[in-house]
């Protein structure tokens, strides 16, 4: 490693295509030698062509810049000789090293050829956690300075001390890890492999270094048990004076809001008298931190855990980053929380280590493993969502995922689930996800139990979580996915192998496979023929339609029941005959290596995988004696029969969760419900009905602090086109026009919200064709690949940016400061009269004498217009437009019960070029 000297070479260039005539514009090499930085070397390039507008935004570098400038004709020579001989080093060798290649050729000077290395594909796996690998995020995840991203001599000296920290970091890692890091290390695309093997060599050298635990040989971090006692010095604030020091201690921007020492009061009273309480806290009171310090107290004084449940993982991981520690400081004490997370959000090391003994690895898989062996180095919590993977990898991660609580003897030591299970017996705090929380009914081990109180937060999606943690979805791809690691007789494929296994082990062995293969055929041929009549069915309602998704129900097939029987019959016969050879190998595994009995071990865990399904087939076509149920069939008629997706969930969530809440009664415990939107006017019970709590249960109404909204404004659109008297294209039209003007008019920053994928999606490629917001960054959600946090984030990046989101950008997304300055409703989040569950939910209120649409259809819309709303304004120095395209909320009777949902605050109704106008004043000023 010391030996070789290391050019970190980084372009700025007009474009990405040098055949297109994309030239250089600016150039960087930084050397490295003997494990330091030797030199350095940077120019300007004239590129003999005006520089992009975009390319100058991008890098700050301007024409005047570059105008006196040498071409790369000049320079080429000088460039390639000083870079001969050495390891090539770029973030992104595909772009960096193929364009110079490129310009050397156009040039006629001699190319580069030797190794190199790629700090993408490095710190991919030596960094497997980390949230990005943009050079500019590793920079400042690892304290590297990098003045000004996309100038070439900035990138290419933070790429060398990236560089330089990935060297340092693989001499601290166990010799085992660099052992099985370095195996696998000769497919990667660049010529990292030498770097594992100097590593390697180092740390045998190296006798003082401290020896990790080891899992049949893969290394993995310990943890640590934390033991939580009762102390009579921890006591809660009684006077507000007291409250306000505290707080000043841990939060050193704090601000005095009597609304949060109020809820701070309630909830401390709630769990010391085992009450149970609605509270809606509003944006900006610092409800989280309010309900953290007195839960903290209560179980220091009660020596017992306090559960906290909000909405999703990253809510769960949110709470413990950004307030933990902050409390700690508040309380001046060792507070510890523990996440606790579903069984199958952690790592199972006896499936990872099994899957480590198969070889045929693609490249996906085998990058993937060498990230996770860097990873369980680093883990404390074994949970996978830490991991940062491709697409591919995350089928590999998906595979070993903890699936059972069946364990060896010795992996009952190393699993994290059972750590984590552990780890709540010692903890002041419980974090976890509603999903979670509601899953521990089932358990006969029950995981939250001897707890001394429990805070809901974001207590209305624990509605939407019953329903969703009771669903059975049946996927199309997931099936085939299963069906095709069980079925294919390919060189190299799983049954290839168990032919040949039981061909060296079995006198049946033909006879046996020949009665699979058979059985396989007639199971696929049901299955396809039942897909082929889901795809091929067209919905009795036209509302089942939107686009190229269609929906429709279940019921609507009637008839068919004997075809779906068919499929489950041939499937539990193919199941039999798998097990049978199963069972006959069984009994020979101690003869078999380890390789050998890797392969048995994943065709059991395939086999186990299609008897889940075949469960679930029998839940969704054949067991139709569940009242409470519906099914619907959903499909993308552009990409059948891949699409298809069969859902069967529940109609009314309140009767799965009043069983949790008469279990919660037998803990005697306090129980706080909270969110930003509990109630609605003319219906305060709305929320707590439909999660069924008691009438008995008091709801306590917090008021956001005084001016909050003071810098918010609302502009209700006059001159939009009503949707009910246009066409769906024309109202489009008109849609795409008021946002281009105002995305223009405001800077981008904007969030606009659909209730329709559809619409959304057509909405966006008009205004994409339209070429109108070329400089903007057009981010959509169900276009736009990534998650819902990953599309955020790229909003974020870009300064001039729209994010076009529907559903679940409602609410729980939290954009602060000036990254957002309005929100565009497109249409009032109505659900559609046509969706399954909702159809199921109307009949029930017609028949029992309510009226559907204000019993359910509006107050749903009016709690979500809200969360809509509450994306706007995070903090009172937020300044922001709330614009509604939607002429109902003035024309119809119902339109005034949604401003009042709002708090007050300023409501213009105005033509689209007025407001237009008003926002340019605004935004130049």
């Known amino acids: 490693m010391d030996n070789l000297t290391y050019a970190v070479v980084d372009l700025e260039t007009t474009g990405h295509s040098p055949s297109k005539g994309d030239r250089i514009i600016q150039i960087a090499i930084v050397f490295i030698e003997n494990g330091v930085i030797s030199g350095r070397y940077a120019r300007f390039v004239n590129p003999g062509r005006e520089i992009p507008a975009f390319i100058q935004q991008l890098t700050s570098i301007t024409d005047d810049e570059v105008v006196s400038a040498p071409t790369f004709e000049e320079i080429a020579q000088e460039v390639s000789d000083m870079i001969q001989g050495t390891v090539f080093v770029a973030h992104n060798t595909d772009f960096d090293l193929s364009f110079l290649q490129s310009e050397f050729k156009r040039c006629n000077v001699a190319t580069w050829s030797g190794k190199k290395i790629d700090t993408v594909e490095l710190s991919k796996i030596l960094y497997p956690s980390s949230a990005s690998y943009r050079l500019q995020d590793l920079a ?79 290394p993995y971090r310990e943890t640590k048990k934390s033991i939580v006692s009762g102390t009579a010095y921890c006591t809660f604030p009684e006077n507000e004076n007291e409250k306000i020091r505290l707080l000043r201690q841990g939060y050193p921007a704090f601000e005095y809001r009597k609304t949060q020492l109020s809820f701070m009061d309630t909830v401390w009273e709630t769990l010391q008298t085992h009450s149970e309480l609605i509270a809606e806290v509003p944006t900006g009171v610092g409800k989280t931190v309010s309900y953290l310090l007195p839960a903290v107290i209560h179980s220091y004084q009660t020596g017992k855990p306090v559960v906290i449940s909000t909405y999703t993982n990253h809510l769960v991981d949110k709470i413990l980053e950004d307030e933990v520690e902050r409390i700690q400081k508040v309380l001046d004490i060792d507070c510890t929380a523990t996440v606790m997370k579903g069984r199958e959000q952690y790592i199972s090391l006896g499936k990872f280590e099994e899957l480590l003994q198969i070889t045929d690895e693609s490249y996906d898989e085998t990058f993937t493993t060498m990230q996770i062996l860097v990873w369980l180095t680093e883990t404390l919590t074994g949970d996978v969502n830490e991991l940062n993977v491709s697409g591919g990898g995350q089928l590999f991660v998906d595979r070993i995922r903890k699936r059972t609580n069946r364990l060896a003897t010795d992996e009952r030591t190393a699993d994290y689930h059972l750590k984590m299970i552990d780890a709540c017996n010692h903890s002041n705090l419980i974090i976890t996800n509603h999903s979670m929380l509601l899953s521990d009914l089932n358990r006969e081990q029950k995981i939250f139990h001897s ?96 686009g190229n998704r269609v929906i429709f129900d279940l019921k609507e097939l009637v008839g068919k029941e004997a075809l779906f029987a068919r499929v489950a019959d041939k499937m539990s016969a193919y199941i039999q005959n798998v097990e049978r050879i199963l069972l006959q190998l069984e009994v020979h595994t101690p003869k078999m290596s380890e390789k050998e009995q890797a392969f048995v071990a994943e065709w059991t865990y395939w086999l186990r995988e299609l008897q889940i399904k075949a469960g679930e087939w029998v839940d969704i076509f054949l067991d139709n004696g569940e009242e409470n149920f519906t099914v619907w069939i959903e499909k993308d008629r552009r990409s059948l029969p891949g699409s298809l997706n069969i859902v069967k969930s529940p109609i009314e969530a309140s009767v799965l969760i009043k069983h949790f809440i008469t279990l919660l009664k037998d803990e005697k415990i306090g129980v706080v419900w909270t969110s930003g939107t509990m109630t609605i006017k003319q219906n305060e019970r709305f929320v707590a009905n439909q999660l069924g709590i008691s009438e008995n249960v008091p709801i306590k109404t917090f008021e956001a602090p005084k001016h909050f909204y003071d810098k918010a404004e609302i502009f209700i659109v006059e001159d939009m086109p009503s949707i009910q008297h246009v066409s769906q294209s024309d109202y489009i039209e008109a849609v795409a026009d008021a946002i281009v003007q105002t995305v223009i008019a405001t800077g981008g920053r904007l969030f606009v919200l659909f209730t329709s994928q559809d619409m959304l999606r057509k ?101 979500r217009f809200r969360q809509g709303f509450g994306r706007l304004i995070r903090s009172s120095e937020d300044r922001g437009f709330f614009i509604i395209l939607d002429r109902r909320i003035e024309t119809k009777s119902y339109g005034k019960r949604f401003l009042d949902s709002l708090p007050p605050v300023s409501v213009n109704k105005v033509s689209l070029e007025h407001m237009v106008n008003e926002l340019e004043d605004c935004y130049n000023e």
């Open 140 to 218: 400042e995840d690892l304290d590297i300075p990098l003045p000004t991203a996309h100038r070439a001599d900035d990138d290419a000296e933070a790429t060398a001390h990236l560089l330089l920290a990935a060297l340092s970091k693989l001499k601290t890692l166990p010799e085992e890890t660099l052992n099985l890091l370095h195996r696998r290390s000769f497919s990667l695309r660049t010529n990292i492999s030498s770097l594992f093997y100097e590593a390697l060599k180092y740390v045998r050298q190296d006798s003082s270094r401290v020896k990790m635990p080891l899992f049949r040989g893969i």
């Open 763 to 863: 909405t966006y490629e008009l205004i994409l064709e339209s070429e109108l917001l070329s400089e903007y960054a057009l981010i959509a959600q169900g276009v736009s690949s990534g998650s819902r946090m990953k599309l955020l984030k790229s909003f974020r990046q870009f300064g001039k940016s729209v994010l076009f989101g529907t559903n679940s950008f409602w609410e729980g997304v939290d954009v602060p400061g000036e990254a957002l300055s309005a929100v565009i409703i497109v249409r009032l989040p109505f659900s559609s009269p046509d969706e399954v569950v909702f159809k199921a939910r109307a009949a029930k209120l017609t028949a029992t004498g309510y009226n559907p649409f204000t019993d359910l259809a509006l107050p749903e819309a009016i709690l």
């Open 451 to 546: 707890f001394s109180g429990l805070i809901i937060d974001e207590a209305h999606q624990f509605i939407h979580t019953a329903s969703h943690t009771n669903e059975t979805v049946l996927s199309y791809m997931n099936w085939k996915y299963v069906l095709g690691q069980l079925g294919s007789d390919a060189e190299g494929q799983m049954l290839h192998h168990m032919m040949k296994l039981h061909h060296r082990f079995s006198n049946y062995g033909r006879q046996a496979f020949a009665e699979l293969t058979t059985s396989y055929e007639q199971f696929i041929h049901a299955f396809d023929e039942v897909a082929g009549l889901l795809s091929n069915h067209r919905p009795q309602s036209r509302g089942g339609q939107q």
